[in-house]
């Protein structure tokens, strides 16, 4: 601090003595000549013209100390021109950054001071104008000149690591000096102002370890054979200091942590020499048998561990590959086991490295080898038979119980138990055939048929006496084979005809045969006619030797007139060990044909026809025919059923119709005003019958007269309807049945039909509808309104 003072002392002092010597003005730097001419001038009593005058200035090196924390302003320096001759005439002016705020000036003497702190890492430096004018008139006596005010620096900012903390890393096992980074540290100072920026760099913390360069900051290592696998993370603690390291200069710090990546320095190793494995005889081949490890203290790619069996006794049975998430060697089976043959397995196993690094061959092989001992575990199996499948032969229709072959298995375990056969009775289930259970021969249970079945498939199950849970199953194949018991027949049914202007040898037909047997050498048939060696004189039939044969004519002349039908027996052998065969007949029908011997017809009757028809043609007719029959069947059809609807349901018929009306009858309430069962019988009319829609009343309710059995209106009603319809002519020619409906005589409502009333329209007085009671006050109502009377309705129902 001390020193620190002194040093501003010392500049205050030069910058007091460079402000009171003048210096003379620059050459070349003239004062621009006005119409009034410079003030000087005047004041001298100079004659009045252009007259050059010298640039009065005196100029300063102008600076300001950043962060003064005197309570002055702190000084710093003097304006002042020759034509201030100390009279108070001329006035100084001072504008530009931070005139007035920042900088002020003392108008009479020049002096400029600094009104605050400055900082020069926020503006180092500020330029400024200045200027002389009259103090009277505020006439500019010069020009006015620019300068500027630098802010001295002095040393308040440390280095700064602006990236840190900082991470790196290097190979282990590198060399003294291999480089591991670059740190750079930045000081705010002036670096073109003595000592304030330059930055050295030295190591805190990370020795002996490391180094770092004092100018530049590079980190290099410092001790050969780093090991990562005895220490894997460094943390070195790096320092900046300014004024070049001296006594007094500040410093800044930052961390570094140094990782040293792994190399393929260290060979795989076993734990343990000799590793012991047991596995049961059972063993699936591809299963896992066991798993070895051998250990590398390396870590990602430079860990990876291959593993090899080395060719020896009993590496031929095993395979060993790589778990690549945890690299452990696992040993797989490579063929079946069996404990009663081998009981133990000895070999070696190698692991090496897959990425090997060249620099450390030296270190020595990297790989390492163990002994594998594996022992076979006993477990009972269950039989074993002799063959994969059995293929058995047996003729059909053999005996049954005839042994057709035998299967055998056996218990290859220690313990040799006795073995069970059985069939799978899913494989037989019509029980074909039976096995002894001891001896394994397979017999049949039934009379096989070739023809049904040609071959069984079934399954013979083993079983351990002493595990009867220990089975296995044996497929066998049973081929029936055929004998012929089945004589030869024709193919198929053969349509044969004969022209009848075939000629003698003439091929009409080729027949073939078939047979439901099969066999070994294939089917060989013969044909031959039952009457061989007997000369026919029709036809006769020749063997082609390709089991096929040729129906021949013995003559011509063949007529339909004559004879339409012949009958040809064909007599048919098999080739078999015994000999069967067969006789069928074949039918021939004469035909017609045309010269080049196409068939035309073959029925007797189209000898009659028109010469010159063609079967088509023939047929076309006919199907016309048939189409005009249709046509007039339902023709007739038709009008048949129109002249029916016109009997039954005509509207024009005069007879009399069932007319339906409405009829209101007493009201709401009146459901029994009128008795029809009374109007259709009137045996039913009872004597002193009232109505019960009115209340009865003496002297107004007339009584209905009394219908008898004989009753003579009745009678003639019935002949009057029987006179009128024995002479209806519109009435059906078939006897009818006409129903009629006679309501009587002496009703007080009378007839309720239109039919029979008047034409005439007559009045008629409805006050007696009023007598009758309240339930026929809205009929009374209606028809004591109307002027006009209505006729009474009779109703006639057929």
Not at 309 to 336: C, R, S, Y
Request: proline share 6%; glycine share 8%.
């Amino acid at each position: 601090m001390l020193r620190r003072n002194c040093l501003l002392l010392f500049l205050c002092f030069l910058f007091e003595q460079s402000s009171c010597a003048p210096f003379q003005s620059r050459p070349g730097q003239e004062w621009p000549h006005s119409q009034t001419g410079p003030p000087a001038a005047g004041r001298n009593g100079g004659s009045r013209g252009f007259q050059r005058v010298k640039r009065g200035w005196v100029w300063n090196q102008f600076f300001v100390l950043e962060e003064y924390m005197g309570s002055d302003p702190q000084y710093v320096g003097k304006l002042h021109t020759d034509l201030d001759k100390g009279d108070s005439a001329v006035k100084y002016t001072l504008s530009g950054d931070g005139a007035g705020t920042i900088f002020t000036i003392d108008q009479i003497t020049g002096d400029i001071h600094a009104l605050r702190s400055l900082d020069r890492e926020v503006k180092p430096y500020y330029t400024l104008r200045a200027q002389a004018v009259d103090i009277e008139t505020n006439r500019p006596l010069e020009p006015e000149s620019e300068f500027v005010i630098k802010v001295q620096d002095i040393n308040d900012n440390e280095p700064k690591f602006l990236e840190g903390p900082y991470t790196a890393s290097v190979p282990e096992m590198s060399p003294v000096g291999t480089y591991v980074m670059k740190v750079t540290a930045t000081d705010a100072d002036d670096p073109t102002y003595g000592n304030s920026a330059r930055v050295v760099y030295s190591i805190l913390h990370g020795q002996p370890y490391f180094s770092v360069d004092p100018k530049t900051g590079v980190i290099r290592t410092a001790l050969p054979n780093m090991d990562r696998e005895m220490k894997e993370l460094y943390q070195v603690l790096i320092q900046a200091k300014d004024m070049g390291g001296q006594l007094g200069g500040l410093a800044g710090t930052t961390t570094i942590n140094i990782t040293l990546s792994d190399v393929n320095d260290n060979p795989p190793r076993f734990s343990k020499s000799i590793f012991h494995l047991r596995v049961p005889e059972s063993s699936a081949v591809g299963s896992a048998v066991g798993r070895i490890k051998a250990h590398d203290l390396d870590i990602g790619k430079n860990a990876e561990v291959e593993y090899n069996i080395v060719p020896g006794d009993g590496g031929a049975m095993f395979d060993i590959t790589t778990n690549e998430h945890n690299q452990e060697g696992i040993i797989m089976l490579k063929k079946p086991l069996d404990y009663e043959t081998k009981k133990a397995y000895t070999f070696k196993v190698e692991a090496s490295n897959a990425h090997l690094d060249p620099r450390f061959h030296n270190f020595g092989p990297f790989k390492d080898t163990a002994t594998v001992k594996i022992n076979v575990l006993d477990v009972d199996e269950p039989p074993v038979f002799s063959k994969p499948s059995y293929a058995m032969d047996v003729y059909e229709d053999t005996p049954q119980g005839t042994i057709i072959g035998a299967v055998t298995a056996q218990d290859l375990d220690a313990g040799n138990s006795p073995v069970r056969y059985s069939i799978d009775w899913k494989s037989d289930l019509d029980s074909f055939f039976d096995i002894d259970p001891v001896r394994g021969t397979i017999s049949t249970n039934e009379l096989l048929d070739r023809e049904s079945i040609a071959q069984h498939n079934i399954s013979v199950v083993a079983t351990k006496v002493n595990n009867p849970v220990l089975t296995s199953k044996v497929a066998v194949t049973v081929h029936v084979l055929d004998i012929n018991e089945f004589p030869p027949e024709l193919a198929m049914p053969y349509e044969t005809y004969v022209c009848e202007s075939a000629k003698v040898g003439q091929v009409i037909q080729v027949i073939s045969a078939r047979d439901q047997d099969l066999p070994q050498a294939g089917q060989k048939f013969s044909f031959k006619s039952p009457q061989e060696g007997v000369k026919t004189k029709n036809f006769t039939i020749r063997d082609f030797g390709n089991n096929t044969a040729g129906v021949m004519t013995l003559r011509v002349g063949f007529k339909r007139r004559s004879q339409e039908i012949y009958h040809l027996p064909v007599v048919i052998e098999d080739g078999g060990l015994q000999t069967l065969s067969s006789t069928g007949t074949l039918t021939i029908r004469v035909c017609g044909c045309d010269t080049d011997g196409s068939l035309l017809t073959c029925s007797a009757e189209a000898i009659f026809l028109p010469v010159g028809l063609s079967t088509g043609a023939l047929i076309a007719i006919l199907v016309c025919i048939v189409i005009l029959l249709v046509i007039v069947v339902l023709y007739v059809g038709v009008r048949r059923q129109k002249k029916k609807e016109t009997l039954m349901t005509s509207k024009e018929d005069i007879r009399d119709n069932v007319i339906h009306y409405d009829d209101e009858g007493g009201g709401e309430e009146d459901t029994h005003a009128f008795d029809m069962g009374t109007l259709r019988n009137p045996k039913v009319i009872k004597e002193n019958m009232f109505r019960r829609d009115v209340k009865p009343e003496l002297g107004l309710c007339p009584r209905r007269p009394v219908a008898s059995q004989n009753s003579a209106d009745i009678s003639n009603f019935i002949s009057l309807r029987l006179q009128e319809h024995e002479g209806d002519t519109s009435a059906p020619p078939y006897d009818s049945l006409a129903t009629y409906a006679y309501e009587g005589e002496g009703s007080v409502a009378e007839s309720l039909s239109s039919i029979e009333s008047v034409k005439g329209e007559t009045e008629e007085d409805y006050d007696y509808l009023n007598e009758w009671g309240p339930r026929f006050k809205t009929l009374a109502g209606i028809f004591g309104e109307r002027s006009e009377s209505q006729s009474d309705v009779t109703s006639n129902i057929f």
